[in-house]
């Protein structure tokens, strides 16, 4: 395909793809009927581009997980429920790469020249424009030994959590699936233009999501846009978005793309951090996307990511000076607060430059009852902790549901979104499966120092570092969220597996 070949027509076909998308959700949600639409025109496209070539529906993925938000801008309803389009692209791309590299047939797949004198067995395969489809086997994947332990309890807390709690585990379950993509991934990432590809995409997003997200902030900051009118109830039921008044006219816009943002944003300066001054194009690029990534950061004011974004800073020390790491950590926070005080003092008409909102905000941490959403977590804590210690070695398997006293009313409410990420995994799989997940991440960094050492180039070394810098920040923000575990945490969790995986490490020598 000649668009990704040319990386400045795929990162404005990307971006531009981008704006369409959300358009035509909004738009979709007054015409139910072309949401519809849309959504079985690319179901339909994607199936047949990935019949062609697998990694077609991989990039549709990496753009739908950052474009898509929570995934349900499109989708389309059953009797018995709906299915959002992330998912239906999950299971499309899963299925054809399944079905299309069976595992029960033998041969390779080959490029068109060599599938003409290819063999299957004892039988030659016909040359091209015979009219017959052959599907070939994928390469030989070994799913690490961690990954499938992993697997394993997953599974059962599927099984265990379908028991107690019905078909809120099998949503549970969703989110957790996406780990699957490592598989696939793994292969697609052996080619190092498949890397520039994806990594191309993902950069043309973060400024794209960084303008709606201000575009979001202006609408409600100037009153153009108030909360239960119609554009709020498709960014809130649609987007599955937030737009909450903080004060001075600022209003916290959240996307669930912002969750990948702050991994990608650490990358992104990884990669800066070690550009050297031959480099400009590069160090000009890649700081258009670390302004753009730490406003969008800003902008959704989160007190996880910002925990979590620090700790990924300290880790993008590996493999630098210390000198030059604090050099480029000062500029960077140089950066930081001069966004900082301009969004603030812009969207307050010069009232305050906001760090009497940060300071308020950052104080609920030891002072959780002074916010509503800080106060709820507070009152769910003590009935997961018993959850835990009821049955502290299986769990209570997956959509496990808590009773907590409302910080208001004081009535007794249930959830099932309990905002404790590592205690909520710890509730629902189990000691053993909590075990198993954290020897998964333990492996992982065990993987990544392995590479540090035999990587051939520096930028594979940053690459590395990066990749670690941004699921450390994840780690950390999933102390009081589901971060980690979230549909598009997991998502880039198998980006991380795969880039590790045997399978990937080919690219190094291409």
């Known amino acids: 395909m000649e668009l990704l070949q040319d990386h400045k027509k795929l990162f404005f076909a990307v971006f531009s793809a981008f704006f369409l998308f959300q358009l035509l959700s909004f738009l979709g949600y007054f015409a139910p009927s072309l949401s519809a639409v849309f959504f079985w025109l690319v179901i339909v496209s994607v199936f047949c581009l990935s019949l062609k070539k697998i990694d077609y529906g991989l990039y549709a993925l990496c753009f739908e997980f950052l474009a898509g938000h929570e995934g349900h801008l499109f989708s389309f309803g059953f009797s018995f429920g709906g299915i959002s389009l992330r998912l239906a692209l999950f299971i499309t791309v899963m299925a054809v790469w399944f079905l299309k590299f069976s595992p029960f047939q033998e041969g390779r797949e080959r490029s068109p020249a060599q599938r003409d004198e290819a063999t299957v067995g004892n039988r030659r395969c016909p040359k091209r424009g015979s009219g017959k489809i052959y599907f070939l086997k994928r390469e030989k994947i070994k799913p690490s030994f961690f990954f499938s332990l992993f697997i394993l309890f997953l599974l059962f807390g599927l099984v265990r959590g379908f028991l107690n709690n019905s078909v809120f585990a099998v949503k549970d379950f969703i989110n957790y699936a996406y780990i699957f993509l490592a598989l696939p991934l793994s292969t697609f990432l052996k080619d190092r233009q498949n890397q520039r590809n994806a990594y191309v995409i993902f950069k043309a997003l973060i400024p794209a999501i960084f303008l709606l997200t201000l575009f979001v902030l202006i609408l409600f900051s100037t009153g153009l846009v108030e909360v239960h009118d119609q554009f709020y109830w498709w960014w809130r039921g649609i987007v599955i978005g937030k737009a909450t008044f903080a004060g001075y006219h600022f209003y916290r816009i959240v996307s669930s793309a912002h969750l990948l943002v702050l991994p990608l944003l650490l990358l992104c300066l990884s990669l800066w951090f070690a550009s050297g001054k031959d480099e400009q194009w590069k160090r000009k690029s890649l700081a258009l996307a670390i302004i753009v990534g730490t406003g969008t950061l800003l902008i959704n004011f989160s007190r996880a990511y910002f925990l979590g974004f620090f700790a990924g800073l300290l880790f993008l020390a590996i493999g630098l000076e210390k000198k030059r790491w604090l050099k480029a950590v000062a500029v960077f926070l140089l950066i930081f607060i001069a966004e900082f005080v301009m969004l603030f003092t812009l969207t307050s008409g010069f009232k305050t430059m906001g760090f009497d909102l940060l300071g308020k905000r950052m104080g609920t941490l030891v002072s959780p009852e002074e916010e509503l959403s800080s106060a709820t977590r507070l009152m769910i804590l003590p009935g997961l902790l018993e959850k835990i210690k009821e049955k502290p070695f299986w769990g209570y398997g997956l959509g496990m549901e808590i ?99 045997p399978e990937s490490q080919e690219v190094n020598k291409i």
């Open 403 to 501: 009773s907590y006293p409302d910080p208001v009313t004081k009535e007794m409410k249930k959830t099932r979104h309990l905002d404790w990420g590592w205690l909520e995994i710890l509730a629902e799989l189990g000691i053993f499966g909590f075990l198993s997940f954290l020897s998964l991440i333990i492996s992982l960094f065990v993987k990544m120092k392995e590479k540090l050492k035999t990587a051939p180039y520096f930028t594979d070394k940053r690459i590395t570092i990066g990749l670690g810098a941004g699921l450390t920040s994840l780690l950390i923000s999933s102390i009081t969220g589901p971060f980690i575990f979230h549909a598009l945490g997991i998502f880039y969790l198998s980006l991380v597996i795969a880039y590790l995986s």
